[in-house]
DNA sequence: TTGTCTGCAAACACTTTGCACTTTT
DNA sequence: AAAAGTGCAAAGTGTTTGCAGACAA
């Protein structure tokens, strides 16, 4: 519960717990507030792992009856998530990867090719060249998204390293 | 003809073109020069853009008689040219983007969400903090993506910004 | 009650595969 | 001639959509 609580150092965006403020912007855009997404977002909420639809979709099966959800409103919801700010959503080997985004800092990735693990870090200098760059081009950078490939000490040591190495 | 020239300053990695490089590549696994797969390099050699397998294909099919290749093959093809080190491949918005990587300097990207247009920049920077971090994480770092998502000046003026926002 | 949401099944986009035939070596 | 490649059609993924019935407001 509250697993946001930790990095929200009094500001205002995280003056809410993802729950609340999942419901108030689907108020704010006239949608309601369903058995299927309360239970997705708490599920969500009370995990901090990176995750895929389907992984969450597994999840919600094991759960007791009327935990669940159907698929589609899976994927559904998992985009209202987006973008009610909540989640953030990259695209690893082909399927969509879920990571919490609200009240969480700015981090970017290692990626292990072997396992597939990733891995968070924070660089205050990324945005930094990010922002040179793009101001350089006249661009305006909403966000970015810095993903390094490589393989973990785990996969280096520990022959578990299933060959997964493949598709970037 | 030997695009990638321009960047090849005596490397002996961008001795040969493109072409050259591919059937050396193919022979060294054994594998045959056919008609389909020179048509593919020589098609992709002779652009500098960014495509998909898809607009490859469309490409192709403007061609002459003859100069043509199947769905299958040019997804075979392009796989292969990234094994031999021509290409490199990313995934944007769900699908495989191609773009050239023999003798051409390493770089990232600004990607407009409004266009979709892709505009390189080059940042040792970059490679330096990606090698920094890894190390700092026991992880032996192979490569690494970067992406600023945001819009490019022609989105921000014109009203040629056709609505595209959306998965990122 | 009214309008949104859900779940099902079907459709999707992109990519890969099985296989008989063709081509390179 | 032998081995690898091609194209076709079909199968796969992961994800989205149309729609009738279910449910929140």
Redesign the pocket.
Same mark, same amino acid.
């Given at each position: 519960m509250a697993v946001a609580s930790e990095f929200s150092l009094g500001s205002v965006e995280t003056a809410l717990s993802p729950q609340e403020r999942f419901e108030e912007f689907?108020?704010s @855009?006239?949608?309601? /507030?369903?058995?299927? @997404?309360r239970v997705i977002v708490d599920h969500v909420a009370s995990r901090h792992e990176h995750f895929?639809?389907?992984q969450l979709l597994a999840d919600l099966r094991k759960t007791r009856e009327g935990a669940?959800?159907?698929?589609? *409103? /899976?994927?559904? *919801?998992?985009?209202e998530m987006v973008d009610a700010g909540l989640l953030k959503k990259m695209?690893l080997d082909?399927?969509?990867v879920y990571e919490h985004d609200y009240g969480y800092p700015q981090h970017d990735h290692l990626y292990c090719a072997g396992c597939r693990k990733l891995i968070e870090f924070s660089s205050e200098e990324v945005a930094r060249i990010c922002d040179a760059v793009a101001g350089g081009h006249q661009f305006r950078a909403q966000s970015h998204r810095l993903i390094v490939t490589g393989i973990c000490l785990d996969c280096r040591t520990s022959r578990s390293k299933t060959r997964l190495q493949d @598709?970037v």
């Open positions: 689907l108020q @855009r006239g949608k309601r /507030v369903t058995r299927q @997404r895929d639809a389907e669940r959800a159907s698929r589609p *409103t /899976v994927y559904r *919801t998992l985009s695209v082909g399927r969509a @598709r």
